[in-house]
T-cell receptor, first 115, second 117 residues
Framework: AQSVSQHNHHVILSEAASLELGCNYS??????LFWYVQYPGQHLQLLLK??????LVKGIKGFEAEFIKSKFSFNLRKPSVQWSDTAEYFC?????????????FGTGTRLTIIP | GAVVSQHPSWVICKSGTSVKIECRSL??????MFWYRQFPKQSLMLMAT?????????EQGVEKDKFLINHASLTLSTLTVTSAHPEDSSFYIC?????????????FGPGTRLTVL
């Protein structure tokens, strides 16, 4: 079964700082990868996803993520964060080629942006 | 597009009673719906997967007789917590996918906070 690790549990940054949140997964085959964001008091929203093609994926609100297959990583980046980016970020993975697999989430990273 | 709603957003009930939570896809047909449980400061844990018109598939450790799932139409799935107890208090979240492929993107509802007294 696959698993997902998000090493940073809580990240605190000042506005305009650059952001990189780590996500590593363990699975030997092809995967689909997702980043979801949960703003305070709101539901999970899809930030971006990678299924195939260009490993550098651009999402909403200026976020991007790079899939590095050799490192089993899918780190989330943003060059300049804003206070409104304060939220919980979840990385998720699912095997791409099999049915009846489940979407596995990491434990999440809480991002706090200081104005 | 791809909006999923849940009702109610929060519910408080007495121990021993049953609670029904609805999950609706508002602007697409959800071939597959998923039910998750989220504990405070933890990630989402998949409880069960349901396809329209068929029985739900429960994850290991989830009591199917306690958490009844019905996916009667392509836009509605319900989760009924039967004989609820305080340990069932949690945040329940549904998601929906437009295809039967488990690998497709899931769109999440806002969640339902259940408190059992």
């Amino acid at each position: 079964a696959q698993s997902v690790s998000q090493h940073n549990h809580h990240v605190i940054l000042s506005e305009a700082a650059s952001l990189e949140l780590g996500c590593n997964y363990s699975y030997g085959g092809t995967v689909n990868l997702f980043w979801y964001v949960q703003y305070p008091g709101q539901h999970l929203q899809l930030l971006l996803k990678y299924f195939s093609g260009d490993p550098l994926v651009k999402g909403i609100k200026g976020f991007e993520a790079e899939f590095i297959k050799s490192k089993f990583s899918f780190n989330l980046r943003k060059p300049s964060v804003q206070w409104s980016d304060t939220a919980e970020y979840f990385c998720a993975v699912i095997p791409a080629n099999f049915g009846n697999e489940k979407l596995t989430f990491g434990t999440g990273t809480r991002l706090t942006i200081i104005p | 597009g791809a909006v999923v709603s849940q009702h109610p957003s929060w519910v408080i009930c007495k121990s021993g009673t049953s609670v029904k939570i609805e999950c609706r896809s508002l602007d697409f047909q959800a071939t597959t719906m998923f039910w998750y449980r989220q504990f405070p400061k933890q990630s989402l844990m998949l409880m069960a997967t349901s396809n329209e018109g068929s029985k739900a598939t429960y994850e290991q450790g989830v009591e199917k007789d306690k958490f009844l799932i019905n996916h009667a139409s392509l836009t509605l799935s319900t989760l009924t917590v039967t004989s609820a107890h305080p340990e069932d208090s949690s945040f329940y979240i549904c998601s929906a996918s437009a295809t039967s492929g488990f690998t497709d993107t899931q769109y999440f509802g806002p969640g339902t906070r259940l408190t059992v007294l």
